[in-house]
């Protein structure tokens, strides 16, 4: 019932957090954000665009592509979405809990890393903090010895998987919530103890939730110091949501924009800050634009346009494979099926953002079966479409080319190598002769977003009965760009990029064939 009103009012939370919160941004390189002169034409702005690239963190975490979120609290065993922090610590009590199984299935699944809800907005810690009496410490689970989150951090240790947290700011437990300063001082602890005691910490995820505290006053979160204790902690972190690193696509529905720009508008009242932190070389300083990330565009031309400053700032889809993002015995039937997990895939890394998808331990502490059968059958339908790349082999010809970034780069099996148009060029067309006649139904593109995102506009054409037939279009492609369309068989493809911020770059290029459907 009240998961549509729930959602909501974190919405509002969220989007309150954005016209409240001002940090200041993060240039390590100078090349993470950019100012933009007052009086800048539309090309001057484009191009400006088009040179701002992603922080090292950022490319490292855009590479993983794909997370898994474990969300694991009181909830569990009282079958809520969120608590009210008044529980007892005594309803919790896996028992069997065996991380292992939750990380083992992530990896078997293509996962490259894992978040836990180290604290949901109940209060309670999955760790003995202390720093309250609401933790794990005061359950019957190991006669309060546990510690979840080291199971999960060993876990992910073992099994060569990166580990993140997540922290709920909002806190319906803790007594000084609400009493601005000293609850700040309280989440920094409890930051402090997460990131100094469970070894390397791959992400910091942050939801915008806000509420009143007991005193009936709103919190008031110190940002800048959660950030600034992560940065000294755990440099290689990244901080999500409320966070400068890492946005949030704007649903929770596992899709993300069709046109989906990294680089997006910096507001007016941040441009002081961005100077003053590039000045100061204050690489660790924060940065959170203020705006509804919900809106269906947040980078292209009409939207920089108006822009006073630009920042790299990717999207993260976040979705839950079962109706709540805590486990609930009577969602057992709902799980996402294989079908559903593989559309949300191609609407999520597909559309140039990285997916994290919650797959709820139930009350032994384990992930249930239907969760972990259609993982598998998802997964064996991702290997079976990318197992072959129809174009490996092909003759491979661009109408241009930069330098030593030649064509063949796009078909060479490395991301790590490129092919750019010339310079001067604001389109493009690559012409590949394949191996023989081929039967395919996605393509597969990425640029080299270290160079930065440029790709506005592309078409892929197919050979067909003596004609090129355009196959697929789209606009963004980014990290990772996937299509699906109607199967053919043919000799000979050519991808045409029509707009492009700068000479397009490709570093990869597939079309595949997914029997799946
Ligand atoms: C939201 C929370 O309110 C949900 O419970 C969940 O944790 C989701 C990932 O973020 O804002």
Redesign the pocket.
Known sequence: MNQIK??LI??I??NLFFASCNPAPESKTGKNSTLIPEGSTEAQIVALAANVTPSPRQVIWQDGEFTA?F?FTVNTFTDR??GDGKENPSVFNPSSLDAKQWVQTAKDAGIKQVIL?CK??DGFCLWPSKFTEHSVKNSPYKNGKGDVVKEVAEACKELGIKFGV?L?P?DRHEPSYGDSPTYNTYFVNQLTELLSNYGPVAEV?F???CGEGPNGKRQVYDFKSYYSTIRKLQPDATIAIMGPDVRWVGT?SGYGRETEWSVVPVSAARLDEISASSQQNASNSAFVPEGDMQKPDLGSRSVIANAKGLIWYPSEV?V?IRPG??YHASQDSLVKTPEKLLDIYFSSIGRNSLLLL?IPPDRRGLLHKNDVRNLQLFKKAIDEIFATNYLIGAKIVADSQSGSQKAEFCIDYDNKTWWAAASDKSDATLDLTLNGQQTFNVLMLQENIQVGQRIESFTLEGWVNGAWQKLTEGTTVGYKRLLRFETVTTDKVRLRILKSRLNPTISSFGVYMNRMK
């Open positions: 729930l959602l974190s919405l939370g969220l979120f969300h979405e969120w809800t949901h907005h997540y709920s909002w995820w939801d915008g939730a929770e976040d839950s993002w805590f919650n």
